[in-house]
């Protein structure tokens, strides 16, 4: 059985960082919790695709990549909440934190991962604390 290449696992890390925002949007409406439905995806993408990539430097590049495909993807489909509020000023307070915050997110969870695999499970519970202080500090502190 042939196996996928790098360039496949970069494209579908590419489209999975584009579209989960997406997918996750209706069942964080429904069910809240974004922070902890968030991490999952992206910890889901950094077990199943990320680490197939051959070299740390790979991964660690490609979850960089993923973080900000992700966090942009987000921003742009909030894009209807900007225009609901009239100030597309919170567009560009948005892209400028929670872009890095998604891609530290990712991070932190790759990192782990790297030290053993078993280890992602903290680097997922490291990453949700930081979404969820990020939501209640930084988002708290944009609606002022």
């Known amino acids: 059985m042939p196996s996928f290449s790098n360039i496949t696992y970069g494209i579908l890390i590419a489209v999975a960082g584009l579209i989960l925002p997406a997918l996750l949007i209706p069942l964080v ?3 809240g919790y974004s922070e902890i439905f968030e991490e999952i995806a992206k910890a ?6 990320i680490f197939k990539l051959p070299t740390h430097k790979a991964q660690i590049l490609a979850a960089g990549a993923f ?5 942009l993807s987000e921003n742009i489909f909030y894009l209807t909440n900007v225009f609901a509020l009239g100030d597309f000023n919170i567009f560009w307070q948005r892209f400028l934190l929670t872009v890095p915050m998604h891609i530290i997110t990712v991070l932190v969870m790759v990192f782990a991962g790297l030290a053993r695999k078993y280890l992602l499970i ?3 519970v490291g990453a949700v604390v930081l979404h969820i202080l990020f939501n209640g500090i930084i988002i708290d502190f944009l609606m002022r």
């Not at 889901?44 to 695709?49: A, E, G, N, R, W």
């Not at 973080?67 to 966090?71: A, K, N, P, V």
């Open 122 to 124: 903290l680097g997922l």
């Open 67 to 71: 973080g900000f495909l992700f966090g």
């Open 44 to 49: 889901l993408v950094i077990l199943f695709l």
């Open 29 to 31: 409406k429904f069910a």
